[in-house]
């Protein structure tokens, strides 16, 4: 039977020749049968692929013989399907590109990496590394979101602070007005997805004279993996893929709440209008009203 398989992973490390790497990794994944997107830059790699179980392991391995991405960490998760040639249906195409940013924050001229990763971000933290530090500091710790809005809506960490951006290149804007100044003599925890936002904005707040800011190692999809629902998260993981969201155990909490009718729902969708480019945690009832109704 096939096994529909979803890999996310990246890897800050000095590439000399990215447009090499894009031929390889696009020639890699066309021959397996894998759709998803990569994008690769001078700093590195970052990307997810969909496909079957033994065709993302012969990915996997050939990814791997690459001395820079040797020790890349490869996350796991299951698809929801397989075409009748063997392809993901989570993922529409392959996209592989190069880009001046492997996440975009807008400041590639910050970012300083090494073959260790990135320079000056924050200290990483393992999912129990972060209950000790929580244990000993209790209030005294942030949670500091480092993806959008939106994904924040259906699942975050406890009182967390969630800023108020639609873009990673809001982030930058926000710590320079000096919007979180009040969080610079107190432990800052960032978290993301997988931790690869988490990688660049950690070294922009440190940058920025925050002077204790931790990330959290292999982000929520690692935390989950360990503690599911059980420790400090709440609700659905949102990803990009036609999964949606994912909720990491039976007893998830559903913390997000309609626009349109106020019902719990951990559900987004695109604005119906063609012209709306915004996403909206709605439910499946409220779908189809009208955009002006969701903004």
Known sequence: MPTPKIVLFYAFTPLADPEAIRLWQRDACEALKLRGRLIISKDGINGTLGGDLPALKAWARSFRSYAPFKNADIKWSEGTGLDEEGRSLDFPKLSVKVRDEIVSFGAPGELRVDENGVIGGGTHLSPEELHRLVDERGEEVVFFDGRNALEAQIGRFKDAVVPDVETTRDFVRLLDSGEYDDLKGRPVVTYCTGGIRCEVLSSLMTARGFGEVYQLDGGI???????????????????????????????????????????????????????????????????????????
Request: with cysteine.
């Open 221 to 295: 999809v690692r935390y989950g993996e360990r503690f599911g629902d059980d420790g400090l998260w709440e609700g659905s993981l949102y990803v990009f893929d036609k999964r949606g969201s994912v909720d990491f155990t039976d007893h998830a909490a559903i913390i997000g709440e309609c626009v349109g009718c106020g019902e719990p729902t951990n559900r987004t969708a695109n604005c119906p209008d063609l012209s709306c480019r915004r996403q909206f945690v709605v439910c499946a009832a409220c779908d189809a009203a009208p955009c002006a109704e969701h903004a």
